[in-house]
């Protein structure tokens, strides 16, 4: 695979990964699980309402969890397609990937699409993005420690 080619399919990577996230999270909804699966209502009705609670607040973040851990992999595929020889050079490459990916789909994806589907105004937006991004910094500095 050529240089050029591996960027392109990197950010088409990065403009729909999205889709495979929000498919396994819409299959992780439990009352869709209830449905496609009779044993795990009668698993949940026996764990309680807390438990309950607890794992339909978990089971989306999982997911997004599990995704991203698969992150570096997928971008280090890429960073190999460019054919760059040297090991040094491959792994910063995935870096900046992986940055670009953290860099877009947290900050951007939570903060400024959370906005508009909120139905926020210009102003609004604006200082809920300052807030965003002091989170975002914390979040990438404890990533990195």
């Known amino acids: 695979m050529s240089g050029p080619l591996?960027?392109?399919l990197y950010y088409l990577c990065l403009l729909f990964y999205a889709v495979p996230i929000s498919l396994v999270s819409s299959l992780l909804i439990l009352e869709d699980l209830e449905q496609m699966l009779p044993p795990v209502k009668t698993i949940l009705c026996f764990l309680g309402s807390f438990?309950?609670?607890q794992?339909?607040?978990?089971?989306?973040?999982l997911?997004?969890?599990l995704f991203l851990s698969k992150l570096p992999k997928i971008c280090m595929v890429f960073s190999?397609?460019?054919?760059?020889p040297d090991l040094a050079v491959l792994e910063v490459e995935q870096i900046k990937n992986v940055w670009l990916f953290q860099f877009v789909w947290v900050l951007f994806g939570i903060s400024v699409v959370s906005g508009l589907m909120s139905g926020a105004d210009l102003v609004q937006l604006a200082q809920a993005f300052a807030n965003k991004v002091i989170f975002?910094?914390?979040?990438?500095n404890i990533q990195v420690v």
């Open 6 to 8: 591996a960027t392109i």
């Open 51 to 53: 438990v309950r609670s």
């Open 55 to 61: 794992i339909a607040a978990f089971l989306p973040g």
């Open 63 to 65: 997911t997004l969890i």
């Open 80 to 84: 190999r397609a460019h054919g760059h």
């Open 136 to 140: 975002f910094s914390i979040f990438l």
